[in-house]
């Protein structure tokens, strides 16, 4: 999973539960998510279309960093992988 790009207009093809079936057997060490409103709407904010992904980051991932729209996100695991001298 080196690359992905969904937006709302893909709502209803189950998009949710394959990106956080991808996520779950890729387990990328860091994401980045864009919540822009490209449309300028709020439905086409990543965060109010995919709440299913954005709870499943939020159970395995720490924020690190924000940037306006930008959220740079690293796997908890690998954090306290790397704590322990993993």
């Known amino acids: 999973m080196n690359t992905l790009y969904v937006d709302d207009s893909m709502l209803g093809t189950g998009i949710q539960q394959k990106i956080i079936a991808e996520m779950k057997t890729e387990q990328p060490p860091v994401i980045i998510i864009n919540n822009w409103a490209y449309n300028g709407t709020e439905i086409s904010r990543f965060k109010t279309w995919a709440t299913e992904v954005m709870d499943y980051v939020a159970s395995e ?19 306290e992988e790397r704590a322990a001298g993993l």
């Open 61 to 79: 991932y720490l924020l690190l960093k924000r940037y306006d729209t930008m959220e740079l996100y690293v796997l908890r695991r690998s954090l």
